[in-house]
């Protein structure tokens, strides 16, 4: 088969399939592992991620979550934590894809030996969701954090449903002080 009428076919299967959509799903829960790094070293800090959404009405969520990571900082393993909590609106822009906006409040803490300390603050975010196919969600987000400073945080990631309700996710995050992180994991939806 010719390679340009192949990739035309592709092309035309997945404006199909997104054409006959639904809108993502607000209502689910995800958990699994985690992982952030900083650009300039080569610490690393492997844990998990536990979060989930609850649609009410047409166009308002509320959202949570909670991770933590751990580094081993050479004299003993850094624990740090983040939750979230939060409400949410959302609009449709076309049949299977949405515009929200997020307010949370955030909780950082971290225990290093007999230290530990936490601080709160707030992120909002703003950000497009969409059903590529039936089966396969891409989304990106932006999100301003605010803990005794200032953070921007761009973020992608994908779902993938292998049922109607469970699933799987990968994520991608990066931020103004070249901090990355990846997550994977189960998703289930309700």
């Known amino acids: ?11 035309l299967g997945l404006v199909a399939g997104s054409v006959f959509a639904e809108q993502p799903s607000y209502s689910y829960l995800e958990a699994g592992y985690t992982n952030v790094s900083f650009t300039d070293s080569d610490t690393d800090g492997p844990g998990y991620v536990v979060r989930g959404s609850f649609d ?16 081993d ?35 950082v803490s971290f225990d290093l030996l007999e230290f530990s300390d936490s601080d709160n603050g707030y992120t909002l975010s703003t950000g497009v ?3 590529l196919t039936e089966n396969t969600e891409l989304y990106a987000n932006i999100t301003h ?15 993938q449903n292998l049922t109607e309700q469970l699933g799987l996710f990968a994520e991608y995050t990066r931020d ?4 990355n992180s990846y997550s994977v994991g189960a998703s289930f939806k309700f």
């Open 1 to 11: 088969m010719n390679k340009g009428l192949y990739a035309s076919a592709i092309f």
């Open 56 to 71: 009410f009405g047409n166009s308002f969520y509320v959202t949570g979550s909670n991770s933590q990571v751990s580094f």
């Open 73 to 107: 900082v050479g004299f003993g393993d850094l624990e740090y934590r983040t939750l979230k909590l939060g409400v949410g609106a959302k609009t449709a822009m076309t049949d299977n894809t949405s515009l929200f906006i997020e307010a949370n409040y955030l909780n």
């Open 129 to 131: 969701r969409s059903m």
């Open 145 to 159: 954090e605010n803990v005794q400073a200032s953070n921007t945080v761009l973020g992608f990631g994908v779902r």
């Open 176 to 179: 103004d002080s070249e901090t």
